[in-house]
């Protein structure tokens, strides 16, 4: 057998190991990370324990803190029939809205304040997921963690994401 015969094999012996090796870690994490939000994903990553040196207690408490959230967002959205009717619904009013000869304000308005509320629901369970977590951490951690906030949604505004909190833009 030639070098390069040899090297390849060696080549495909590492690639599929490595690959094999991504791949069981990916499994080991389960699902409990998918769909997770940004901000979730991070406080429950190693990365995320060591560098706010989060107790097990902490950690215990956020994930329940996060997978309440989740289920309340989820609670919230419907399942994916329902989100297809109520797009499908609000779709033909704004239809009927377009079609009409003289604007109605009333309707556009009523279209308006109806995604607004599901907005508005949507930001207060956030708000109160975040003040929850806040109250996990102590003064140390809260400190650290406003640093790390910060220089992701630095990081992520050159890259044209807006980092943990994706409506929040950083100065400078």
């Not at 069981?24 to 990370?33: H, L």
């Not at 959205?77 to 009013?93: L, N, V």
């Amino acid at each position: 057998m030639t070098i390069s015969k040899k090297l390849s094999k060696f080549v495909l012996v590492c690639g599929l190991a490595a690959a094999s090796v991504g791949a069981t870690s990916a499994m080991a994490k389960g699902d409990f990370n998918r769909g997770m939000n940004p901000q979730a994903r991070f406080l429950l990553s190693e990365r995320g324990i060591d560098k706010l040196q989060l107790s097990e207690d902490q950690q215990t408490q956020l994930k329940a803190i996060f997978a309440e959230q989740k289920s309340q967002f989820a609670a919230l959205r419907g399942d994916k029939d329902a989100m297809k009717a109520s797009r499908a619904a609000h779709k033909e009013k704004m239809d009927a809205l377009l079609a009409t000869k003289a604007f109605d304000e009333n309707a556009a308005l009523e279209l308006i304040k109806a995604r607004q509320e599901k907005g508005q629901q949507f930001a207060m369970l956030k708000m109160k997921s975040d003040h929850a977590v806040w109250q996990v951490l102590n003064a140390e951690q809260r400190e650290s963690y406003q640093k790390i906030k910060q220089h992701l949604r630095k990081k992520g505004h050159k890259k044209g994401h807006y980092g943990l909190n994706k409506g929040e833009r950083s100065e400078g």
